[in-house]
């Protein structure tokens, strides 16, 4: 029944026990399930079933990446289904996750102290100054080293969600959009060609768009939520503001460095687990796991305690997106097998008669898939079938290129899975006793705040 239901009672053509790279056009949609499952686990089980989930989401995480795994390799081979796994942990896991934990440890060693009371004027100061941050030091750097004051300034008020789902919306997300080290994305665009400041010129005006609408929105909503709760502010003594553990704004500095060294620096090619990878990448791993233990050694423990810093939300991320990136595999297989792929109607949407790219579908079908895929291999996926030649999309196919960029970008912001600050956010939230919108609610409030501006932002620029 399981070969049955994944795609057939036999391999396709060409599917030798042998094989060792999956074919996008041999699979079936069949092979989205285990994905979607995992999304509804992450959805559905924290409200239906909280316990369950709170103390096996790892194990359940792992069973939905076993159901790729397996009928993988019983239909295509043990080679293949092992060739996958290489791939997804050398060439996204492992990247993805040392990076992330660089700025996870380095962002949550540095102290913001002194009183900062969330009014509204203060919260949309805070949201504001995030989301400039967050296209210098990257969508999680910002995000690490900010969210914590913003819980400690509103820890006396009870009407402040709303505070955290912009923050996501803002700092984890449409902020990292000016250059590649704000999100993953624009990063890979670097990788790929596209040249350093070529987002900054092309999506200064998208993003101003986004941020002004919704920074105004903010303010007016959490004014009313001010203005309804009236809270009492405790009574404290005046404490100037200050900043401890800067040394971890250095290692921040040189996280950066190491991002911009992976575009510049090409001294060919090494393997990592039978992956054939760039050597500046696996250096950048390398770099990025040192980052990490020097700020564990010279952080003291003090500060990172009185910064409420746990290893919690870390350990989530890992764990969940180990197994998503696992279950979007065949996903993205199919999309990169374009029109030989069971997604062919879809990239079809993408070209007009004429074969012209149509620049607001590739930014809402970018931006759809990037709401729940990750955002950066969503990316990629466009990027190639757009014609993947960095120079050509940065002259003529300018306007495809940004819309692509933006609709990766922006709609990450969809749901707590299109990019991974936005579930370290809801973690590290609701460590603070603070409880957030379900995986469902949160969609909520994204299409309320959200979708209307994406509209204004295809009528203005991508009609």
């Not at 316990?51 to 989401?57: K, M, N, P, S, T």
């Amino acid at each position: 029944m399981m070969l049955l239901f994944f795609g057939g009672m036999s391999a396709p053509a060409g599917a030798a026990e042998g094989a060792a790279e999956l074919d996008g056009a041999a699979l079936s949609l069949a092979w989205g399930l285990p994905f979607a499952g995992i999304l509804l686990s992450i959805a559905l089980m924290p409200l239906l079933a909280g316990q369950v989930w709170h103390h096996h989401y790892g194990k359940i995480a792992a069973g939905w990446a076993t159901l790729v795994l397996l009928p993988m390799a019983m239909i295509f081979g043990p080679a293949t289904a092992w060739s996958e796994l290489r791939h997804v942990a050398a060439h996204e896991f492992i990247p993805f996750i040392a990076l992330l934990l660089a700025l996870y440890t380095t962002g949550g060693g540095v102290l913001l102290r002194g009183r900062l009371m969330g009014t509204p004027a203060t919260n949309t100061a805070l949201l504001a100054l995030g989301t400039v941050l967050a296209s210098v030091m990257g969508t999680t750097g910002a995000s690490m080293v900010l969210i914590r004051p913003v819980l400690r300034a509103n820890a006396f008020r009870r009407r402040k969600t709303h505070v955290f789902v912009f923050f996501i919306f803002l700092v984890s997300n449409i902020g990292g959009s000016l250059t590649p080290i704000g999100d993953p994305p624009l990063y890979l665009g670097f990788l790929a060609g596209v040249s350093f400041f070529w987002p900054t010129q092309h999506l200064a005006a998208e993003f101003l768009t986004c941020a002004v609408i919704l920074l105004a929105l903010f303010y007016a909503l959490d004014s009313w939520a001010w203005a309804r709760e009236r809270p009492a502010p405790p009574a404290a003594e005046p404490e100037p503001l200050r900043v401890e553990g800067g040394v971890n704004l250095a290692l921040i500095g040189g996280v950066v460095a190491v991002v911009l060294m992976q575009g510049a620096w090409k001294p060919g090619s090494a393997s990592l687990f039978g992956e054939t990878m760039p050597i500046q990448q696996l250096a950048a791993i390398l770099a990025f796991l040192a980052i990490t233990g020097i700020s564990v050694a010279i952080t003291p423990a003090a500060l990172r305690e009185a910064n409420g810093f746990t290893w919690g939300a870390m350990t989530e991320v890992a764990k969940l997106f180990a197994a998503i990136f696992i279950c979007m595999g065949p996903v993205l297989a199919i999309l990169k097998a374009g029109p030989a792929g069971a997604a062919a109607g879809l990239v079809a949407l993408t070209s007009d008669a004429a074969g012209a790219p149509i620049p607001w579908v590739y930014f809402w079908l970018s931006g759809a898939l990037s709401s729940f895929l990750d955002n950066a291999p969503t990316y990629l996926v466009f990027f190639n079938l757009a014609g993947g030649d960095a120079g050509a999309l940065m002259g003529q196919g300018a306007l495809t290129l940004t819309a692509i960029s933006c609709g990766s970008v922006f709609m990450g912001a969809n749901s707590y899975i299109g990019n991974a600050p936005n579930f370290m956010v809801k973690a590290i939230v609701e460590e603070g006793g603070v409880r957030m919108p379900s995986f469902f609610g949160y969609c909520g409030w994204a299409a309320l705040f959200l979708l209307p501006c994406f509209v204004l932002v295809t009528l203005l620029f991508f009609r």
